[in-house]
């Protein structure tokens, strides 16, 4: 979880927070609390200078559970678009069956889909798109 936590981009997080209706003032409030992070680390013993993180939530900040959710929100959404609107062909088990797009739990994704070609292919040119896009 806590490499989860370090690794949320403020740019992806703000974008979130626009496209689920935040306004820009609580958006600023909510980013501006992340950014003002000053760490230092413990290294044998001695104490390095301060530094401000570029990324990532604060572990013991009683909103970055919430923060992280929300970025993981709108991962959860794109892959309901992409699924629903820009054709990828999920995985079936039958007529009887509801189909399944994806599972997951804190930082952990099952994805299900179809093993032809195409489909993989659209499938990890969405996540390369993502990863760039979410840092």
Same mark, same amino acid.
């Not at 079936?92 to 399944?100: A, D, L």
């Not at 930082?107 to 032809?116: E, G, K």
């Given at each position: 979880?806590?490499?989860? $936590?370090?690794?949320?981009?403020?740019?992806?997080?703000?974008?979130?927070?626009?496209?689920?209706?935040?306004?820009?003032?609580? =958006?600023?409030?909510?980013?501006? $609390?992340?950014?003002?992070? /000053?760490?230092?680390?413990?290294? !044998?013993?001695?104490?390095?200078? $301060?530094?401000?993180?570029?990324?990532?939530?604060?572990?013991?900040?009683?909103?970055?559970?919430?923060? $992280? !959710? =929300?970025?993981?929100?709108?991962?959860?959404?794109? =892959?309901? %678009?992409? /699924?629903?609107?820009?054709?990828? +062909?999920?995985?079936?088990?039958?007529?009887?069956?509801?189909?399944? %797009? %994806?599972?997951? /739990?804190?930082?952990?994704?099952?994805?299900?889909?179809?093993?032809?070609?195409? !489909?993989? =292919?659209?499938?990890?040119? /969405?996540? !390369?798109?993502? +990863? +760039?896009?979410?840092?």
């Amino acid at each position: 979880m806590s490499k989860a $936590f370090d690794r949320v981009s403020w740019k992806y997080l703000e974008k979130v927070l626009s496209l689920f209706g935040f306004s820009r003032a609580a =958006i600023s409030l909510l980013i501006g $609390f992340t950014k003002k992070a /000053y760490l230092s680390l413990l290294i !044998n013993g001695t104490q390095s200078k $301060f530094f401000s993180p570029s990324r990532g939530l604060k572990k013991g900040d009683p909103l970055s559970p919430l923060l $992280f !959710n =929300i970025a993981s929100e709108g991962f959860s959404r794109s =892959i309901n %678009h992409l /699924y629903c609107v820009k054709g990828l +062909e999920p995985y079936t088990m039958g007529r009887n069956f509801k189909n399944i %797009h %994806h599972l997951s /739990y804190v930082d952990d994704l099952l994805l299900f889909t179809n093993a032809a070609i195409p !489909n993989l =292919i659209k499938l990890r040119n /969405y996540l !390369n798109d993502y +990863e +760039e896009v979410s840092g």
